[in-house]
C-alpha cells in the first residue's frame, strides 16, 4: 500500500518556503516561450520531471516526476531535496513513452492545503459541478482533461487500476468508476479514451483515499 498520508500537524516552515520557491521557480520556467522549450528548462531543475499538472479552482499546479519506484518522491521536492511535502508524481509502472490508458498519479494531502491538499474540495457537490477542467502536459505536449468521477476507497482492501487486459475490460472499469462516483456527470466515455487518475489520502481514515478521474478532451484516435 502506497503511505500517501493527511498531515495532522503544520508543515516545517523552512521546508515550506523551500518548496513554495521551488514551485514558483519551476512554474516560472512552465511559462516560457513554447512548449518544447518549457519543458527543456524544467528538466534542467530534474530530469525526472515528466510533466505539469493544473487542476482548475485548487492549489494543484506543480511539476510532475517519476522514479523507478512509488517511495522516492514521498518525502523528496522537485530537486531531490528532503521534504515533508514530497513531490507530486506518476506511478512508475507507468512508460510516459508509450500511450497509456490511464495516466495515475499521486500526491500528499497537506493540512495547508498545498499539493494535493486541495483535491478534497471535490466531495462537495458544487464544487464538482464548477471545477471539472484539468490542464496536463507531458513531455512538453498540453491537453486537456474534464473530471468525470471522485469517490474513496480502502486502501487496505482496494487498489487503484493501472492497466486493463482489453477493451472490454477498459469498458468495464470506466463503468465502475462512473457508478462508484459521489456526483454524475454528463461526459461520454467510449473504449479509445484517456484517463488521468488523481490519488491522495482522505481524512476519514488512515487507509481511506481520494480517487478522481478525468478523461482527455477533443478528437479521439484509436487506442493502439
Same mark, same amino acid.
Given at each position: 500500500?502506497?503511505?500517501?498520508?493527511?498531515?495532522?500537524? &503544520?508543515?516545517?516552515?523552512?521546508?515550506?518556503?523551500?518548496?513554495?520557491? $521551488?514551485?514558483?521557480?519551476?512554474?516560472?520556467?512552465?511559462?516560457?516561450?513554447?512548449?518544447?522549450?518549457?519543458?527543456?528548462?524544467?528538466?534542467?531543475?530534474?530530469?525526472? /520531471?515528466?510533466? %505539469?499538472?493544473?487542476?482548475?479552482?485548487?492549489?494543484?499546479?506543480?511539476?510532475?516526476?517519476?522514479?523507478?519506484?512509488?517511495?522516492?518522491?514521498?518525502?523528496?521536492?522537485?530537486?531531490?531535496?528532503?521534504?515533508?511535502?514530497? =513531490?507530486?508524481?506518476?506511478?512508475?509502472? $507507468?512508460?510516459?513513452?508509450?500511450?497509456?490508458?490511464?495516466?495515475? /498519479?499521486?500526491?500528499?494531502?497537506?493540512?495547508?492545503?498545498?499539493?494535493?491538499?486541495?483535491?478534497?474540495?471535490?466531495?462537495?457537490?458544487?464544487?464538482?459541478?464548477?471545477?471539472?477542467?484539468?490542464? %496536463?502536459?507531458?513531455?512538453?505536449?498540453?491537453?486537456? %482533461?474534464?473530471?468525470?468521477?471522485?469517490?474513496? /476507497?480502502?486502501? =487496505?482492501?482496494?487498489?487503484?487500476? /493501472?492497466?486493463?487486459?482489453?477493451?472490454?475490460?477498459?469498458?468495464?472499469?470506466?463503468? &465502475?468508476?462512473?457508478?462508484? =462516483?459521489?456526483? &454524475?456527470?454528463?461526459?461520454?466515455?467510449?473504449?479509445?479514451?484517456?484517463? $488521468?487518475?488523481?490519488?491522495?489520502?482522505?481524512?476519514?481514515?488512515?487507509?481511506?483515499?481520494?480517487?478522481?478521474?478525468?478523461?482527455?478532451?477533443?478528437?479521439?484516435?484509436?487506442?493502439?
Amino acid at each position: 500500500m502506497l503511505s500517501l498520508y493527511h498531515t495532522k500537524a &503544520q508543515p516545517n516552515t523552512e521546508q515550506a518556503n523551500e518548496s513554495t520557491e $521551488l514551485t514558483k521557480e519551476a512554474s516560472a520556467v512552465a511559462k516560457g516561450p513554447t512548449e518544447n522549450e518549457r519543458f527543456q528548462s524544467l528538466l534542467a531543475i530534474n530530469k525526472e /520531471i515528466i510533466g %505539469w499538472l493544473h487542476v482548475d479552482g485548487t492549489s494543484v499546479d506543480y511539476p510532475v516526476l517519476q522514479h523507478k519506484d512509488n517511495d522516492y518522491y514521498l518525502n523528496r521536492d522537485a530537486s531531490g531535496k528532503k521534504s515533508i511535502y514530497g =513531490s507530486v508524481f506518476m506511478d512508475y509502472r $507507468l512508460d510516459t513513452n508509450q500511450e497509456q490508458r490511464n495516466l495515475v /498519479i499521486y500526491g500528499h494531502n497537506m493540512i495547508d492545503g498545498s499539493m494535493f491538499g486541495s483535491l478534497g474540495n471535490y466531495k462537495n457537490k458544487d464544487f464538482f459541478a464548477e471545477h471539472r477542467n484539468i490542464n %496536463w502536459g507531458i513531455q512538453g505536449k498540453m491537453s486537456d %482533461w474534464e473530471i468525470f468521477s471522485v469517490y474513496t /476507497i480502502d486502501a =487496505s482492501k482496494d487498489t487503484v487500476d /493501472i492497466s486493463y487486459e482489453n477493451d472490454d475490460a477498459f469498458l468495464l472499469a470506466l463503468d &465502475q468508476y462512473r457508478k462508484k =462516483s459521489m456526483y &454524475q456527470a454528463a461526459v461520454t466515455l467510449q473504449k479509445d479514451d484517456q484517463i $488521468l487518475t488523481l490519488v491522495t489520502c482522505s481524512n476519514e481514515t488512515d487507509d481511506t483515499r481520494l480517487v478522481i478521474h478525468a478523461v482527455k478532451k477533443g478528437p479521439r484516435a484509436p487506442f493502439s
